[in-house]
DNA sequence: ATCATACTCGAACATACGTTCGATGTCAAG
DNA sequence: CTTGACATCGAACGTATGTTCGAGTATGAT
């Protein structure tokens, strides 16, 4: 029979954590007592309930008294972590619609919802969000070229983004330079009638623009990643 | 039968997924049809019923007859897909243990495993991970000040890392200069006995080592982000 | 041998929870 | 005024599910 290691977890904690998760994993929910005894090859309730208390005194999971299915992961079996407040919600899909380059207009999703394509799209923790930030509407872009450096943002970068046309002081945004025929991104400030995009990197000077009208905010942007290729 | 054409969702479906939603974020496993009775003023379990399956009809939810608390979430109120299968293990916590400064050593995760410190973390969708990545032993940093603008890092940044130290080409790494005394971001490459630190910024120059055991790779980064706050 | 501890079982129990149904109220269409 | 689809309610019902308990089997320590 089985040797009785206190230390550690032995075989049916495992199991018992490895079928929560498959199970949670493709129900959207936790399984019953019953449910797990079944798939772990335990006879007994009783005997799933002293491993779950177990594993909650080791905080493997937690519990609600009285509660169906009344079980939170809060680990994994190789000790991920599973945000308190978790899943489900949690993440979200922003779509890549386009690429962003300095020498044409950003793309803006089309008025209309189009669910298209959600092959290129990219996974987001809604934590990473601002605490207000609305994920309805977001979109994404690939930068194309080294052309934005000085907004610290480098080829092969995705930039998130809300779709506006007026930005507030200090946001950063998406403007076309009509004068210029180029797109950047700065940090938008309006002084004075004026309009000073302000680089990313401090060691750059600020672009004034004294004429408002020849710049037209595309979008601001919410977040920057950056995927590392590993050579 | 034929399902019925609603325009839309009433304000009961909505305060319902709404409820849905917050529940399963906050409980990790979905609410009873009572508790959604109580949350959403509606007195009669039947109707909470009566609704429930509509959303199932409409495609918002799935359900699991005879099955407490069998409620699957397909679609968010934005629309916002919610994957299938997955969720817990497709987005984990990556402990952010400390800054990271030019000026000090990289901190590098104990030994030993701490679990703790749920605080401060950053959740990470898997899918943003290269294919090969384990999740298991990243951590994350968060850069302070803005000596790494060449590694086209801000100030705020949060970079996730893997702790490793024998670098391959191509890769972005975190080293320490020992002849410096200062940690840097830098693409490696080790040629004919030289170590060649390329900057991410392509107009920078490299910086060329003689001596391999001056540079300490402390380790190799995996992801970039930037949160924007916005003003 | 004796005892304590860990583990296992099955059964009984109480209740949390999904399901069903009859009754009632609305409101627009016929 | 009916009629019928929709919305709402409360109550009753059956069962899925967590909880408890008494008892039995190991294994190691005393």
Redesign the interface.
């Known amino acids: 029979m089985m040797a009785k290691m206190r230390a550690g977890l032995g075989e049916r904690h495992k199991n018992i954590l490895k079928f929560l998760?498959k199970f949670?994993?493709?129900?959207?929910?936790?399984p019953?007592i019953r449910e797990i005894g079944e798939n772990t090859n335990i006879s007994s309730t009783s005997v799933v309930n002293y491993y779950l208390n177990q594993l909650e005194e080791l905080n493997y999971i937690?519990r609600?008294s009285n509660?169906?299915?009344?079980?939170?992961?809060l680990?994994?079996l190789?000790?991920?972590?599973?945000?308190?407040?978790?899943?489900?919600?949690?993440?979200?899909?922003v779509p890549i619609i386009g690429r962003i380059v300095a020498g044409e207009p950003v793309p803006v999703p089309s008025s209309d919802?189009n669910?298209y394509d959600?092959e290129t799209g990219?996974?987001?923790?809604?934590?990473?969000?601002?605490p207000?930030?609305?994920?309805?509407g977001l979109f994404a872009l690939e930068v194309q070229g080294?052309s934005m450096?000085d907004a610290?943002?480098?080829d092969g970068d995705i930039v998130v983004m809300r779709p506006i046309t007026q930005a507030?002081?200090?946001?950063?945004v998406a403007v076309w330079l009509s004068d210029r025929d180029e797109t950047t991104l700065k940090y938008f400030f309006q002084e004075d009638g004026r309009i000073r995009l302000q680089p990313?990197?401090?060691?750059m000077k600020p672009i004034i623009i004294d004429n408002p009208s020849q710049v037209h905010v595309q979008g601001?942007?919410?977040?920057?990643?950056?995927?590392?290729?590993?050579?």
Chains 1, 2 share one sequence.
Not at 24 to 30: D, I, L, M, R, T
Not at 67 to 73: A, C
Request: charged share 30%; aromatic share 6%; glycine share 8%.
């Open positions: 998760e949670q994993a493709e129900n959207g929910f936790p019953s937690e609600e509660v169906s299915r009344g079980i939170r992961l680990r994994t190789e000790g991920n972590i599973v945000g308190a407040a978790q899943m489900v919600v949690d993440m979200f899909s919802f669910y959600q990219i996974d987001i923790a809604r934590s990473l969000l601002p207000r930030e609305k994920s309805e080294d450096i610290m943002v480098n507030e002081n200090g946001e950063m990313a990197n401090p060691h601001k942007v919410i977040l920057v990643i950056r995927k590392m290729e590993g050579a």
